[in-house]
């Protein structure tokens, strides 16, 4: 039960109980789609649900022209390690300390990402049409929440971007890079990776079981 005032937008009451309205895809009133204007009467039954990836629910009314298919994500600053989680998962993420919640609003717009965010009130800006409030302040458990809420786990590509600048990884020659290589690693290493922005060079040295025990963690989880 819910009390209030008047006839107010249901839109307006669901963000006051702590929903953004970007995780609002489709709202029932006693049986019936309305959308974000509907005022509330006393009386109304009213039902909430979350954004539908894969389900098909074009004879509703949606709050939007279409759902966001291309998964690409801009994480708020209070999310760097997630930022560079889902980059080893191989999903494109920006982030930078540097984002204000002006520009982060105005790269998902322009762009067409999800924003990923700690802050529930950069979700309720009239601008925002993607987004996901993010729960967790555990990294790991981040991660594994944005691969539930987007239906994920089967797009995982591991290692397919650069966790330092989102770049594309794409294999490279060997004779390529050798002046790149320290020389005790090129007597036993053979594939190597180079990141398409940034350039840094990649090769599953020791660190790579740790990674990919990160991977198996979030994924597994």
Avoid at 3 to 32: C, M, Q, W, Y
Avoid at 61 to 70: E, G, I, N, Q, S
Avoid at 204 to 212: A, Q, S
Wanted: hydrophobic fraction near 40%; include cysteine.
């Amino acid at each position: 039960m819910h009390g209030f005032n008047g006839e107010p937008r249901v839109k307006d009451t669901i963000e006051s109980l702590g929903v953004p309205h970007v995780e609002v895809d489709v709202i029932l009133a006693n049986g019936r789609s309305v959308d974000f204007d509907y005022r509330l009467r006393a009386g109304d039954r009213i039902a909430v649900y979350p954004a539908f990836e894969s389900i098909d629910i074009s004879p509703l009314v949606r709050l939007r022209a279409k759902p966001l298919r291309r998964t690409a994500f801009v994480a708020d600053v209070h999310l760097r390690r997630l930022a560079r989680y889902l980059r080893l998962l191989g999903f494109d993420t920006l982030h930078s300390n540097a984002y204000s919640d002006v520009a982060i609003v105005a790269i998902a717009e322009t762009e067409k990402r999800i924003i990923l965010t700690r802050d529930r009130a950069l979700l309720k800006r009239g601008a925002v049409t993607h987004g996901y409030w993010v729960r967790s302040t555990d990294p790991i458990t981040q991660a594994r929440e944005v691969l539930g809420r987007f239906d994920l786990r089967g797009q995982v590509n591991a290692f397919a971007r650069c966790p330092a600048c989102n770049g594309a990884i794409v294999p490279v020659p060997k004779d390529d890079v050798l002046d790149r290589i320290p020389p005790k690693t090129a007597l036993w290493q053979e594939d190597y990776f180079l990141c398409k922005e940034c350039g840094k060079l990649y090769w599953r040295g020791t660190h790579f079981p740790r990674l990919k025990a990160i991977i198996d963690r979030i994924i597994k989880g």
